[in-house]
């Protein structure tokens, strides 16, 4: 029966693997963003951490885990007939290749860290059937590595004591690379081991071949990580007084960094006991309350030593415990009192927040990047109300499209942004021109110069009621979206030998077009305020905003407003409107 319950849950596994949820940015840009700009040729975006002059985050464990993979396809990859892998290849990839590590190497160290059979099925059914499987582990998180890396070194450290003959040299020289790998890859790591690595000393005291092979394979993996970061780093050639002068170790540099009061409060402060009372219910759901009673074992030592250390940094998120999580679930004791209550409850839990963190969390993000990248006018492309998206899933087209982030903007500074990068609609405008005519009407707007084949795009949560008054009733596909001249050019057997005349038209403050630049009073020259916020209104703006688009797998949590709508049109708004939409955006002007 459990062998068909755990096959059933590894289905489970596989099905959210291949959803194209988003649970955090960091899922991306401190990982495959980094190493896609590396292997392949896509223009990618990357974070502070890998930019400020102390970066604070290692390339040396992103290379085994992401790019040893992403080399493979761009070596077979050839043999399909085509030139360059497509980034959507490279996602879903790496997506399955989470799941075979979450699906090995997870349930296999559960597998040898519990020695009871009857708790080892208990334990690998807990771990299989949690959320937190299906989701966290199944994206490309560093908390996700950190995970594996914690449990297969509890593995190795349990079979490093249990030979009390030998000084397990093999083991002991992979635990000398796994412990720089984990530190390399977050600083946090160490904190799982400092109980559990207290169980090495009596054997270093036997066996002290042992210490020697976990101290020379732990200093030579460190340097080579501090060569990789280095070489990475340093835009002049590496050499060797380079490394002794100016290395690049990237541990430290987030050691520093988090020890910083005024770093941590840029990311936002918890308090103490934010992982404690809030994280660890939200990851663990029923479970938390069989911490009432555990088992006591040293994975659930090397949790709670974990979970305290973490505790001391007051910008505490839940995906930090994602270590403790299979520790903690193979170290409890199904309740001997109503247990299929507390089964129904577990079921009911993991179910809820499997589909809502699995499916719906922002998981239009991806599907909407993919179809940004085959856009050909799209040249802006404003996220209000989403988290960051993945660039590097645009396949270069980045090139020639604008992404700019506004999630938490008020819609005011939305609709000022809109005003200064839409296009307007030309069409009517130039109904009357020529058709011999070889002129491609252009006209400079806010002082940028625009032409019919500019696109402009607003993604933004279809629940966002902010923008209805903007919107036509409606929908046009995606190729009817844009714009006749972009599409009757390419259909023009002479639009790409004929020379292509631009003519320049100025919008002047009333919203026409002139063959003269617009002249600022001084009364316009001061008060750009003012005029950005009238600009606000659709009266001012002429705002029209066509649908394209639509991915209905998709919830904004960020949208929730409670305390100003109230809980049920809050939920019959974001859940009813569910999706996250994009809409193609021009503004009204009239000829003179």
Not at 210 to 236: P, Q, R
Request: proline share 8%; charged share 15%; aromatic share 12%.
């Amino acid at each position: 029966m459990h062998r068909r319950l755990y096959l059933l849950l590894i289905l489970v596994r596989l099905y959210f693997a291949l959803q194209p949820s988003y649970l955090h940015p960091d899922e991306n840009f401190q990982g495959p963003e980094v190493i896609a700009g590396s292997v392949f040729s896509y223009p990618v975006h990357l974070t502070w951490e890998f930019t400020s002059a102390h970066p604070v985050r290692s390339i040396f464990p992103l290379w085994p885990v992401y790019g040893l993979p992403m080399l493979l396809l761009r070596s077979v990859w050839p043999g399909t007939g085509q030139e360059e892998v497509a980034p959507s290849v490279v996602f879903w990839t790496l997506r399955v290749l989470m799941f075979i590590l979450s699906f090995v190497l997870e349930d296999w160290a559960i597998h040898e860290l519990v020695p009871s059979p009857r708790r080892r099925r208990a334990a690998i059914l807990l771990v299989a059937s949690s959320y937190v499987t299906w989701t966290f582990q199944t994206h490309t998180f560093s908390n996700s590595i950190e995970t594996l890396l914690v449990a297969w070194c509890l593995v190795v450290i349990q079979r490093i004591v249990d030979d009390k003959h030998r000084s397990s040299i093999f083991a002991s020289s992979l635990l000398g690379v796994l412990i720089p790998l984990g530190v390399f890859n977050r600083i946090t790591f160490p904190a799982y081991l400092l109980i559990p690595g207290l169980r090495l000393l009596p054997h270093f005291m036997r066996q002290p071949f042992s210490l020697f092979a976990i101290l020379f394979f732990g200093i030579a993996t460190t340097g080579l990580a501090i060569i990789t970061d280095t070489v990475y780093y340093t835009e002049s050639a590496v050499t060797l007084s380079t490394l002794f002068r100016n290395p690049v170790i990237t541990p430290w540099n987030n050691l520093r960094y988090n020890f910083d009061p005024s770093n941590l409060a840029e990311h936002g402060l918890h308090p103490y006991y934010q992982h404690v009372l809030a994280n660890l219910p939200q990851l663990l759901g029923p479970a938390f309350l069989l911490l009432l009673s555990p088992i006591p074992t040293l994975r659930l030592a090397s949790a709670v030593s974990g979970i305290l250390v973490l505790s001391l940094f007051q910008h505490q998120e839940a995906r930090f415990l994602l270590p403790a999580i299979p520790l903690i679930l193979s170290s409890v004791q199904l309740p001997r009192r109503y247990p299929r209550a507390w089964i129904t409850s577990w079921i009911a839990f993991n179910a809820f927040l499997g589909i809502l963190m699995g499916t719906y969390h922002q998981g239009g993000i991806v599907p909407t990047q993919l179809f940004l990248a085959n856009q050909p006018d799209a040249t802006n492309a404003l996220w209000w109300k989403t988290y960051s998206p993945p660039l590097w899933l645009l396949n270069g087209k980045n090139f020639e499209l604008t992404t700019r982030d506004m999630m938490g903007a008020a819609p005011e500074a939305l609709a000022a942004e809109l005003s200064k990068l839409t296009p307007c609609d030309c069409d009517s405008v130039f109904a009357n021109q020529n058709s011999s005519s070889r002129s491609s009407p252009a006209y400079v707007s806010n002082g940028h110069l625009h032409s019919d084949s500019a696109g402009t795009y607003l993604i933004a949560p279809f629940s966002a009621t902010f923008l209805d008054q903007y919107s036509l009733s409606n929908t046009l596909s995606p190729q009817s979206a844009l714009p006749p001249s972009s599409s009757s050019a390419s259909s023009s057997p002479s639009s790409s030998s004929d020379p292509v005349e631009i003519t320049v038209r100025f919008l002047n403050t009333n919203g026409y077009y002139s063959a003269q630049p617009p002249t600022l009073s001084s009364s316009d020259d001061k008060d750009t305020d003012s005029s950005s916020s009238s600009s606000s209104s659709p009266q001012a703006d002429h705002f029209r905003l066509t649908r394209v688009w639509l991915y209905r797998n998709h919830l904004n949590l960020d949208d929730l407003d409670f305390a100003s709508d109230g809980i049920w049109p809050t939920l019959r708004r974001v859940v009813g409107r569910r999706g996250l939409a994009a809409w193609r955006v021009t503004r009204e002007c009239h000829p003179i």
